[in-house]
T-cell receptor
Framework: QQQVKQSPQSLIVQKGGIPIINCAYENTAFDYFPWYQQFPGKGPALLIAIRPDVSEKKEGRFTISFNKSAKQFSLHIMDSQPGDSATYFCAASRASGSRLTFGEGTQLTVNP | GAVVSQHPSWVICKSGTSVKIECRSLDFQATTMFWYRQFPKQSLMLMATSNEGSKATYEQGVEKDKFLINHASLTLSTLTVTSAHPEDSSFYIC?????????????FGPGTRLTVT
């Protein structure tokens, strides 16, 4: 019940495309859903996060869509650029201060 | 703000020796720090949660006598891999929480690449 399932495992898009990465969770007690970007050999960096009281959140070119009833959330990257090529992880936690549960990761490649 | 550093960024050690990795919160006080391990092309696996001034809480399957965690101050946590073996070679990442900024966000360090020969 603590798992977060992420798909796809890898994704290739052309520059300007809109890659979409999906995550699903089981534990209805989760109430914080962040997305992280990780470049090779680096630690993850927080991109954007959402709480279940909203269905969508935008920050720059990144958008989270959240469907509480389906227990799913997704990351959309608008106008993707080659510099967005990285591994993206979704995560969830169930209370303030508690541990994060990570998805399996999606390796995104944006071709020029 | 909310910068977390790790030292060293990479380390090579011989099998059977111990190695210490430091995690520091540079511009905030972190009451809670987390240690993760990441194998190539895999997700982050939480090893332990470290609270300042108290014993770390280890995840199931993580040997607490092998991975010693000390959170001695509000800005420093250390992970010591004792009697390291080649299978301990991995990317170790710490994160910290700034309770004054957000009760949810974790700020990650840049990671430490450990290679045991």
């Amino acid at each position: 019940q603590q798992q977060v399932k992420q798909s796809p495992q890898s994704l290739i898009v052309q520059k300007g495309g809109i890659p979409i990465i999906n995550c699903a969770y089981e534990n209805t007690a989760f109430d914080y859903f962040p997305w992280y970007q990780q470049f090779p050999g680096k630690g993850p960096a927080l991109l954007i996060a959402i709480r279940p009281d909203v269905s969508e959140k935008k920050e720059g070119r990144f958008t989270i869509s959240f469907n509480k009833s389906a227990k799913q959330f997704s990351l959309h990257i608008m106008d993707s650029q080659p510099g967005d090529s990285a591994t993206y992880f979704c995560a969830a936690s169930r209370a303030s201060g508690s541990r994060l549960t990570f998805g399996e990761g999606t390796q995104l490649t944006v071709n020029p | 703000g909310a910068v977390v550093s790790q030292h060293p960024s990479w380390v090579i050690c011989k099998s059977g020796t111990s190695v210490k990795i430091e995690c520091r919160s540079l511009d905030f006080q972190a009451t809670t720090m987390f240690w993760y391990r990441q194998f190539p092309k895999q997700s982050l696996m939480l090893m332990a949660t470290s609270n300042e001034g108290s014993k770390a809480t280890y995840e199931q399957g993580v040997e607490k006598d092998k991975f010693l965690i000390n959170h001695a101050s509000l800005t420093l946590s250390t992970l010591t891999v004792t009697s390291a073996h080649p299978e301990d070679s991995s990317f170790y990442i710490c994160s910290a929480r700034d309770p004054h900024r957000s009760s949810y966000e974790q700020y990650f360090g840049p990671g430490t690449r450990l290679t045991v020969t």
